[in-house]
């Protein structure tokens, strides 16, 4: 990892801007911890990205803790939508001072699967880098040109070795950012009816509405999925393993609406700074 932090750095550098690519749904968890400090002389800008899965009024609640007492410059995106993608570019190459004979190099990091491979895409109107609903597609630093001389670097996503605390490692596994083999889904769909059950009832009975009566707790919501998705082993017994990758699945894909897994609120209550 101190091999993964010295790249960074020396890469960082080189560059004028680095575009922070965070999931909108989990801005905190899908950080990675010790950018600020690589990037300590360099302006950063905040992408909450996939805002378009995200529940709408916690990004709104996020982007104003990051705007409070100036702690970093954030923005809210759908990388798919090219104008948004440019408005995040614009503003990020506004704050450089510069000649314009001279290329600005920006930076894209981020940890895995947060969508910095299709921001480039959208940026440069064409697919140049590989993109997928899995983490580590991209292995390698890659530089495009982009228009008005801007050089762009999309790089691999960087996931920290200590998750702490463990409901982080179940958030990041929930949004996509930890490979499928590395987790127990049954655990993973635990957290995640937990979740859905405390705060977003009413979307649960929009989607789910074979959940009615609601669940009391998150294995009998597994349950139910199982039963009505037709997850069962033999003599009809419910194959919770099955119906916890449903139901990450579903969640994932925004199937059950727009879901946002932690809100500026929680983090005010451990009084955490990020
Ligand atoms: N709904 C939605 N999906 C997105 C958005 N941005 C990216 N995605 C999807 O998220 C998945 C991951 O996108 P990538 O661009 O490959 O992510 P990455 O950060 O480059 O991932 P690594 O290279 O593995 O670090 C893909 O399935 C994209 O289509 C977005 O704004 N909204
Ligand atoms: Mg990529």
Not at 108 to 114: D, K, M
Not at 192 to 209: D, K, T
Request: with cysteine; aromatic share 6%.
């Amino acid at each position: 990892m101190l091999e993964t932090k010295k790249l960074l750095s020396k890469a960082i550098a080189k560059v004028d801007v680095v575009m922070e690519i965070l999931d909108a749904r989990l801005p905190v968890s899908s950080a990675n911890p010790v950018l600020d400090k690589l990037c300590k002389n360099k302006f950063k800008l905040k992408i909450l990205n996939k805002k378009d899965l995200a529940d709408p009024k916690v990004t709104r609640e996020w982007l104003d803790y990051f705007k409070t007492g100036g702690k970093c410059p954030a923005v809210a995106i759908c990388g798919l939508k090219k104008n948004e993608a440019l408005q995040a570019l614009n503003y990020c190459v506004d704050q450089i001072e510069r000649n314009r004979a001279r290329k600005v190099k920006v930076m894209v990091v981020g940890i895995p699967n947060t969508g910095k491979s299709t921001i480039l895409n959208t940026l440069a109107g064409k697919k140049i880098a590989k993109t997928g609903n899995v983490p580590a597609i991209t292995r390698h630093n890659q530089r495009t040109s982009l228009k008005n001389n801007i050089d762009i670097y999309d790089t691999p996503g960087i996931l920290w070795p200590v998750i702490k605390p463990k409901e982080r490692a179940y958030t990041l596994a929930a949004s996509g950012a930890i490979s499928d083999t590395a987790i127990d889904y049954n655990d993973i769909a635990f957290f995640a009816a937990s979740l859905l059950i405390e705060r977003y009832p009413e979307l649960l009975q929009q989607s789910y509405p074979f959940l009615e009566p609601a669940p009391e707790d998150a294995m009998e919501m597994i349950e139910k999925i199982g039963s009505a998705r037709g997850c069962l082993k033999k003599g009809g017994i419910i194959n919770i393993q099955k119906a916890s990758e449903t139901l990450i699945r579903e969640l994932r894909s925004g199937k059950i609406g727009n879901i946002s897994f932690e809100t500026a609120t929680d983090l005010d209550s451990t009084n955490e700074i990020i």
